[in-house]
Antibody
Framework: QVQLVESGGGVVQPGRSLRLSCAASGFTFSSYTMHWVRQAPGKGLEWVAVISYDGSTKFYADSMKGRFTISRDNSKNTLHLQMNSLRVEDTAVYYC????????????WGQGTLVTVSS | DIQMTQSPSTLSASVGDRVTITCRASQSISSWLAWYQQKPGKAPKLLIYKASTLESGVPSRFSGSGSGTEFTLTISSLQPDDFATYYCQQYNSYSKTFGQGTKVEIK
């Protein structure tokens, strides 16, 4: 069955960096576009970034452009999110999500990993 | 960026009630609209995509309608498992924005 497992979250000081990972299994990872979505504590969902199946195309939410980098390693079935210059307002649970077939947007999600930016 | 506005933010209802949630887009998104259900501490679950297509395994009491800029999610007869927060999401553009959410509470 499809599984997405995020890791790499934790507590980090403002201005520092963190790299999140998402291990995929149960499907042909290299054939699917993948997304990161985040959710601040008690708040709604916020789309972060997307990467095409082969890594050639990437898009970011405006508030993360220039600070976050999405990447993937299809040989290891792993999605990454490199987060630099972190701010207190980046505190959130970060989810990776698969973009489905036949017009499905995000059909499978991981359980999320919590990033806390605090001094 | 396309902005998505949901209403109401909170909805109090009883088991058996018919419930409707509205989502408006700041510009036309054709039918590129999805609805998700999220329960506390859990990842969102896809309910409906392309405005009105029910995801496999989702009960038929859920339905979606609309196109262009105005969309609705309807639960025909609210069940105890349906108390949750619901989000719309546009995927017409590369920036796939969500609505702010509608919490469905027990009346």
């Amino acid at each position: 069955q499809v599984q997405l497992v995020e890791s790499g979250g934790g507590v980090v000081q403002p201005g520092r960096s963190l790299r999140l990972s998402c291990a995929a299994s149960g499907f042909t990872f290299s054939s699917y576009t993948m997304h990161w979505v985040r959710q601040a504590p008690g708040k709604g969902l916020e789309w972060v970034a997307v990467i095409s199946y082969d890594g050639s195309t990437k898009f970011y939410a405006d508030s993360m452009k220039g600070r976050f980098t999405i990447s993937r390693d299809n040989s290891k079935n792993t999605l990454h999110l490199q987060m630099n210059s972190l701010r207190v307002e980046d505190t959130a649970v970060y989810y990776c999500a698969r973009e489905g077939r036949e017009a499905r947007p995000n059909d499978y999600w991981g359980q999320g990993t919590l990033v806390t930016v605090s001094s | 960026d396309i902005q998505m506005t949901q209403s109401p933010s909170t909805l109090s209802a009883s088991v058996g009630d018919r419930v409707t949630i509205t989502c408006r887009a700041s510009q036309s998104i054709s039918s590129w609209l999805a609805w998700y259900q999220q329960k506390p501490g859990k990842a969102p679950k896809l309910l409906i995509y392309k405005a009105s297509t029910l995801e496999s395994g989702v009960p038929s009491r859920f339905s979606g309608s609309g196109s262009g800029t105005e969309f609705t999610l309807t639960i025909s007869s609210l069940q105890p498992d349906d108390f949750a927060t619901y989000y719309c999401q546009q995927y017409n553009s590369y920036s796939k924005t969500f609505g702010q959410g509608t919490k469905v509470e027990i009346k």
